[in-house]
């Protein structure tokens, strides 16, 4: 599995947490040490314990002090019904292409990016 890691540098030491898990993170003064280390912490919890992933949902109201969050209230969502009318409107070739450019970028990890 591949999982994105935030790696900042503040002063001498490195920073690196685990995007998807923020529970799991490292400081070492060694970029390489702290990818490590947080390596091994998700392996750790995804090996060692039962873990389970669920999808819960937020119900937002109307109005909020949080500008971020009002605008979020205000997304709506669409039925999975009203988009069959758009099935088939992408030729075939064209989905390939799609599919092979997720298959070949997405979901990649560069750890000399940063």
């Known amino acids: 599995m591949i999982y994105?890691?935030?790696l900042s540098q503040k002063e001498n030491q490195y920073f690196a947490r685990v995007k998807e898990w923020p529970e799991i993170m490292a400081y070492d003064k060694k970029r390489d040490e702290a990818i490590r280390q947080v390596q091994t912490q998700l392996f750790d919890w995804l090996t060692r314990?039962?873990?389970?992933?669920v999808q819960i949902e937020v119900p937002l109201p109307?109005?909020?002090?949080n500008p971020y969050t009002a605008q979020l209230a205000l997304r709506q969502g669409v039925a999975g019904s009203d988009l069959l009318a758009f099935a088939g409107c992408i030729e075939p070739s064209e989905l390939q292409k799609m599919s092979q450019a997720i298959e070949?970028?997405?979901a990649k990890?560069?750890?000399n990016e940063w």
């Open 62 to 65: 109307k109005t909020t002090k």
């Open 104 to 106: 070949e970028d997405c």
């Open 4 to 6: 994105d890691v935030i």
């Open 49 to 53: 314990q039962k873990v389970e992933v």
């Open 109 to 111: 990890v560069d750890l």
